[in-house]
């Protein structure tokens, strides 16, 4: 069955440095997410990205943030300057209409 | 009010009960209606989805959306240890590329 993959599974960085996570979506879906879960906390939207742009984002979405499909298969998010409260899990998804997000395992960031 | 909300938990059941696990929610646009099975450190996995108000069934799963009460059911029956996990609901309103809006999800456990 076709899966989401992240890359690393978990990752370990000093606070102000800059992190880029990982995401190869299922190659034939045509929406990308991100997504974000702290811990002991709910899943929380990030952004959606469909036709090379930014289709929504969120209000923790913030400049620090962005997301990039550099080639046909990856979809990467960077995280500039990263700060203690972003530790948390970060996943994601790809979709094909009219629903069927699949979502990845994961990348646990850790901020020190 | 949040936007969903959903009791956490945790919900422990011996096998072969029948759990009912629910959601309230208050976005009426809310169009999409979705339950994720989600184990410790995993991305969420779509268990069913439901398109405005009614039944579905697949298995030992059933998932039910009442729009006038903003209310939704997903019931297991037969419940197996292997059901243990944290459930979410998740909703998403009309339209291509709308994110999801998670629960906080509820930990259930079933026991031998």
């Known amino acids: 069955e076709p899966e989401v993959t992240q890359t690393p599974s978990h990752q370990v960085t000093q606070m102000g440095q800059e992190v880029i996570l990982r995401c190869v979506p299922i190659s034939n879906h045509l929406y990308f997410y991100w997504y974000r879960q702290i811990l002991g906390q709910k899943v929380e939207f990030l952004v959606s990205f469909y036709n090379n742009e930014i289709s929504e984002k969120s209000e923790i979405f913030d400049d620090q943030f962005s997301v990039e499909r550099p080639d046909g298969s990856n979809f990467t998010l960077k995280i500039r300057s990263t700060k203690l409260e972003d530790s948390a899990m970060y996943f994601c998804?790809?979709?094909?209409?009219?629903?069927?997000?699949?979502f990845g395992s994961g990348t646990r960031l850790t901020v020190v | 009010q949040k936007e969903v909300e959903q009791d956490p938990g945790p919900l422990s059941v011996p096998e072969g009960a029948i759990v009912s696990l629910n959601c309230t929610y208050s976005?009426?646009?809310?169009?999409?209606f979705m339950w994720y099975r989600q184990y410790s450190r995993k991305g969420p996995e779509l268990l069913m989805y439901?398109?405005?108000?009614g039944n579905k069934e697949d298995g030992r799963f059933t998932a039910q959306v009442d729009k006038s009460s903003k209310y939704i059911s997903l019931f297991i029956r037969d419940s197996q240890p292997s059901d243990s996990a944290t459930y979410l609901c998740?909703?998403?309103?009309?339209?291509?590329?709308?994110?999801?809006?998670f629960g906080t999800g509820t930990q259930l456990k079933v026991e031998l």
């Open positions: 998740a909703m998403s309103p009309e339209g291509g590329g709308n994110k999801l809006t």
């Open positions: 976005n009426s646009a809310f169009q999409y």
């Open positions: 998804a790809s979709r094909e209409l009219p629903i069927g997000y699949t």
């Open positions: 439901t398109y405005s108000s």
